[in-house]
């Protein structure tokens, strides 16, 4: 069964990066980055579309070069997802991208050179209704700063930060986010949380360079777990060493974890023993797999004896417990039939369906309902 979360979210204001509202209560975006050449616009536009479809709501997009400037153009014409171009350094490429349709800049504005220059993106930007993300990284800190502090800290973060955040000030412009990065876990949730209590603009989470897919997967689960449990955060990324599709699943998961959003089957799993009546493990791969399609909210205990089995299955849409000679299903906490072990898994898969149909269905006619009344 669904629950509200009772995490308290940091209140923030709130931006427009294309049609997604970020901060000010808005449900937290999921973001993910292209890892293609940008200049190569198909393979490009295949990956977007790819994490879109996985379930990234915002797409990242490095943007090194004035062609690299010309391929997002087109990239732009292609996708739907609002697109956030990545640049350094010269501020005529976020000039150039602002005209070609991009829904957000991820710059710093102290690298972008000369005063003339910062300004000169900042009013582009404000006349395009264009917002800007500060992106802090424990990994290119002003060289001032390295001095000053002799290592990366929190707090060296966070001053860079706020040294940002003056430039955009001071050219009044609001329409901004930031986010504080570093791969150290201590390092980068220090940062966040002081940061929260300085500025009233939403928080761009990540822990940066997290690593491949499981150890990365766990570094970003207990950092972003750890700022999102404390009501930071109003959009996130989970960097990973993978394809970046699977940055998005688990972005998803933390998210749905802690019940800040809900999006596709939430899967209540025993790890299996030799109590198990079937097999758990083939049986969860093999459902996950057939059913990342489903985007209707549905919460699925498989479960392989009798000992949590049918407690469990009473507090999910669709509960499997698992049984001798077969085993029993239970459809919104009640008892509905038995399955066998023949065709356990497509006998799910069709029951899953036909429940993710009928909730999605029922879910519209409410929303038409409060439409025309």
Same mark, same amino acid.
């Given at each position: 069964?669904?629950?509200?979360?009772?995490?308290?979210?940091?209140?923030?204001?709130?931006?427009? !990066?294309?049609?997604?509202?970020?901060?000010?209560?808005?449900?937290?975006?999921?973001?993910?980055?292209?890892?293609?050449?940008? $200049? +190569?616009?198909?393979?490009?536009?295949?990956?977007?579309?790819?994490?879109?479809?996985?379930?990234?709501?915002?797409?990242?997009?490095? !943007?090194?070069?004035?062609?690299?400037?010309?391929? #997002?153009?087109?990239?732009?014409?292609?996708?739907?997802?609002?697109?956030?171009?990545?640049?350094?350094?010269?501020?005529?490429?976020?000039?150039?991208?602002?005209?070609?349709?991009? +829904? $957000?800049?991820?710059?710093?504005?102290?690298?972008?050179?000369? /005063?003339?220059?910062?300004?000169?993106?900042? +009013?582009?930007?404000?006349?395009?209704? *264009?917002? *800007?993300?500060?992106?802090?990284?424990?990994?290119? @800190?002003?060289?001032?700063?390295?001095?000053?502090?002799?290592?990366?800290?929190?707090? &060296?973060?966070?001053?860079?930060?706020?040294?940002?955040?003056?430039?955009?000030?001071? @050219?009044?412009?609001?329409? #901004?986010?930031?986010? !504080?990065?570093?791969?150290?876990?201590?390092?980068?949730?220090?940062?966040?949380?002081?940061?929260?209590?300085?500025?009233?603009?939403?928080?761009? @989470?990540?822990?940066?360079?997290?690593?491949?897919?499981?150890?990365?997967?766990?570094?970003?689960?207990?950092?972003?777990?750890?700022?999102?449990?404390?009501? *930071?955060?109003?959009?996130?990324?989970?960097?990973?060493?993978?394809?970046?599709?699977?940055?998005?699943?688990?972005?998803?998961?933390? @998210?749905?974890?802690?019940?800040?959003?809900?999006?596709?089957?939430? #899967?209540?799993? $025993?790890?299996?023993?030799?109590?198990?009546?079937?097999?758990?493990?083939?049986?969860?791969? /093999?459902?996950?797999?057939?059913?990342?399609?489903?985007?209707?909210?549905?919460?699925? &205990?498989?479960?392989? $004896?009798?000992?949590?089995?049918?407690? /469990?299955?009473?507090? &999910?849409?669709?509960?499997?417990?698992?049984?001798?000679?077969?085993?029993?299903?239970?459809?919104?906490?009640?008892?509905?039939?038995?399955?066998?072990?023949?065709?356990?898994?497509?006998?799910?898969?069709?029951?899953?369906?036909?429940?993710?149909?009928?909730?999605?269905?029922?879910? &519209?006619?409410?929303?038409?309902?409060?439409?025309?009344?």
């Amino acid at each position: 069964m669904q629950f509200e979360s009772p995490i308290v979210r940091r209140v923030s204001r709130q931006i427009m !990066v294309g049609n997604v509202p970020v901060g000010g209560g808005a449900p937290i975006s999921v973001q993910s980055m292209t890892n293609t050449e940008t $200049c +190569d616009v198909a393979a490009t536009v295949d990956q977007i579309q790819r994490l879109e479809q996985a379930g990234a709501d915002i797409v990242r997009v490095s !943007v090194p070069s004035m062609d690299a400037a010309e391929a #997002f153009g087109e990239i732009k014409k292609q996708v739907s997802v609002p697109l956030v171009a990545d640049i350094h350094f010269d501020y005529r490429i976020a000039l150039r991208v602002a005209d070609l349709g991009v +829904d $957000c800049l991820r710059i710093n504005p102290g690298n972008i050179g000369r /005063e003339k220059r910062i300004r000169a993106v900042v +009013d582009k930007a404000r006349d395009l209704n *264009i917002p *800007i993300r500060i992106g802090v990284n424990a990994g290119s @800190l002003e060289k001032d700063l390295q001095k000053k502090y002799g290592e990366p800290t929190p707090d &060296a973060l966070v001053e860079s930060a706020l040294r940002h955040v003056d430039i955009l000030d001071s @050219l009044n412009f609001h329409d #901004f986010k930031v986010s !504080v990065k570093a791969s150290d876990i201590f390092m980068a949730t220090a940062a966040y949380r002081k940061l929260a209590t300085q500025i009233e603009q939403p928080l761009h @989470l990540g822990i940066t360079e997290a690593g491949g897919l499981r150890s990365g997967t766990v570094k970003s689960a207990i950092g972003l777990g750890a700022l999102l449990l404390d009501g *930071i955060g109003d959009t996130l990324r989970v960097s990973l060493a993978a394809d970046p599709v699977e940055e998005v699943k688990v972005g998803w998961d933390l @998210l749905k974890s802690l019940r800040l959003r809900t999006k596709g089957i939430n #899967f209540i799993a $025993c790890p299996s023993c030799s109590r198990q009546n079937f097999d758990v493990v083939k049986t969860m791969n /093999e459902l996950e797999s057939r059913l990342e399609d489903i985007t209707t909210p549905l919460d699925v &205990a498989v479960i392989g $004896c009798i000992v949590n089995g049918p407690g /469990e299955a009473k507090e &999910a849409d669709i509960g499997l417990a698992g049984g001798t000679p077969s085993h029993a299903i239970y459809v919104d906490g009640q008892p509905d039939r038995k399955f066998k072990n023949d065709n356990l898994v497509e006998d799910l898969e069709q029951l899953i369906r036909e429940k993710a149909a009928a909730k999605a269905a029922q879910e &519209a006619s409410i929303i038409a309902k409060e439409t025309t009344e």
